[in-house]
């Protein structure tokens, strides 16, 4: 243990003590009505050596802060060599952060972090982020009131605050859509689709089964790794990451809220994946699977009025072509026979202007703005 002041913080050692870690959250936002509970399984999953493969090129540690005895913050240290060589820097990143209105205890917690960060070389600090762009980033600095989702974090209007006191600016922000699903899909939508389709010999799979797609997954990756290429932060997902992610999620996706289009070679050019909100199956079970937590959860994957944007993208050299109107008049189509009334995009860099487009078209409003924070050190 280290202190601070009167702040105790103590390095996550033991399964006990990272059960601990991932506990404090759900103790800390219990009362909060607009807080959505992760799944622990995934939780323990992604911050556990043995189950995630980015810890062959991620390093990471975790620290719990206690006052009088108490529990009251936690945070984790993650340096990802992969994203340092590819954008040049030597930054450590702070993610899974939470604390009590106290300074001093968030200000442990960060200092920690930066003592560890310069320990392995490191010349700045930024965060919230997680090991890769597909665990949940960026503070929320906006829609304190605005229900969130499975997939964003949710925090408290202090810690901005406290963020600011502690010297960071802001590095980029994330901004959320939410809007209503038009009950038809307009003439001329359907018809610049199919012109699309034809000029550039495209076509959309149709699959019937989660399992029809997944030869289709591994290609899908690889757009996506070009796609985002060049957005803040990204890094490459590998090989044994995509092959986790296809056993973990493609088990249970609805394929009819999921769009593939691909070329005259059947590969993927552009994606767009979507899920119906398990945002309330999730409050309901409080994040756990059992005894009950699954049936929540496959209930509300089978009927739902909201659903939930999770990855969208195309391939580079199809930019600006149109690939993106086929793949969301696809699931459009898909959303009015299902009865979605509702859609939550997932975050979104708020100067990506080829991805931010599109939503002009919908009657919608941007009601989420989440923040990656940096500090270099003096």
């Known amino acids: ?47 556990s050596r043995g189950k995630n493969p980015a810890f062959d090129f991620c390093e990471a540690a975790y620290w719990l ?3 009088d005895k108490e529990l009251v913050g936690r945070i984790a240290g993650i340096i990802n060599h992969n994203a340092n060589k590819r954008w040049n820097e030597k930054l450590v990143r702070f993610g899974w952060i939470d604390f009590i209105d106290d300074i001093d205890v968030s200000r442990a917690l960060v200092e920690q972090v930066i003592t560890w960060g310069k320990e392995k070389g490191m010349d700045g600090i930024q965060g919230p982020l997680g090991f890769s762009d597909m665990d949940n980033e960026g503070m929320l600095i906006k829609g304190f009131e605005e229900q969130a989702t499975m997939a964003s974090i949710y925090n408290y209007s202090y810690y901005v605050t406290h963020m600011e006191q502690l010297g960071f600016e802001k590095a980029a922000d994330w901004v959320q859509y939410e809007f209503e699903i038009p009950p038809a899909i307009p003439e001329k939508v359907d018809r610049l689709s199919q012109l699309i389709q034809e000029k550039y010999k495209l076509r959309l799979i149709k699959a019937k089964k989660a399992k029809d797609l997944v030869a289709y997954a591994p290609k899908m990756f690889r757009t996506l790794n070009a796609a985002f290429d060049e957005l803040y932060g990204y890094t490459a ?50 994040g756990k699977l059992f005894p009950f ?77 989440r923040r990656c924070w940096i500090k270099h050190f003096s």
Request: proline letters at 3%; glycine letters at 6%; hydrophobic letters at 35%.
């Open 1 to 47: 243990m280290t202190n601070n002041t009167n702040i105790e913080l103590k390095k996550v050692q033991t399964k006990k003590e990272l059960k601990q870690f991932i506990g404090f959250q759900y103790k800390l936002y219990k009362e909060n009505k607009f807080w959505c509970p992760p799944m622990r399984m995934d939780e323990i999953n992604t911050l």
């Open 237 to 286: 997902l590998s090989q044994k990451q995509v092959d986790a992610y296809v056993k973990s999620y493609f088990g249970f996706i609805r394929p009819e809220f999921v769009s593939f289009v691909v070329d005259q070679k059947d590969e993927v050019i552009g994606f767009g994946i979507s899920m119906p909100s398990l945002t309330k199956a999730l409050r309901k079970c409080n």
């Open 65 to 67: 802060a206690y006052k």
């Open 293 to 369: 937590g699954f049936l929540y959860i496959l209930r509300a994957i089978k009927k739902n009025d909201t659903i939930d944007m999770y990855l969208n993208g195309v391939r580079p050299d199809y930019q600006g072509k149109g690939v993106n109107s086929l793949y969301y008049n696809e699931m459009h189509r898909s959303y009015i026979r299902a009865g979605i009334k509702k859609a939550i995009t997932n975050p979104q860099l708020e100067n990506n202007a080829k991805a931010l487009t599109i939503w002009k078209n919908f009657n919608g409003r941007q009601h989420l703005t």
